[in-house]
Nanobody, 118 residues
Framework: EVQLQASGGGLVRTGGSLRLSCAAS?????????MGWFRQAPGKEREGVAC????????YYLDSVKGRFTISRDRANNTIYLEMNSLKPEDTAVYYC??????????WGQGTLVTVSS
């Protein structure tokens, strides 16, 4: 019974920035969950963008976003963020946050749309 609420998407020009937020609530023990961001563009498979282990000792970034996106976790407020800089049209997608428990079960937020104009 984990609930994830993603927000922060919108329309931005190429080179601009956005910060996505995902607030977790419900039965989640936030510090025990790995958290991540995925995205899905029309006609394409969902792909992992960034993820962070429960201990913060491991962080993954999709190659195409390395150096531009940063994932962070606010443990006090059960929130993860995705700071996106130098946005490109190919970043246009619906972005989903994800929480993964220690058994590998994933819980998904509703998604927030990011549109980057040329």
């Amino acid at each position: 019974e984990v609930q994830l609420q993603a927000s922060g998407g919108g329309l931005v020009r190429t080179g601009g920035s956005l910060r996505l937020s995902c607030a977790a609530s419900g039965s989640i023990t936030f510090d025990d969950y790995a958290m991540g961001w995925f995205r899905q563009a029309p006609g394409k498979e969902r792909e992992g963008v960034a993820c962070n282990s429960n201990s913060d000792r491991y962080t993954y970034y999709l190659d195409s976003v390395k150096g531009r996106f940063t994932i962070s976790r606010d443990r006090a407020n059960n929130t993860i963020y995705l700071e996106m800089n130098s946005l490109k049209p190919e970043d246009t997608a619906v972005y989903y946050c994800d929480a993964r428990d220690t058994t590998g079960i994933n819980y998904w937020g509703q998604g927030t749309l990011v549109t980057v104009s040329s």
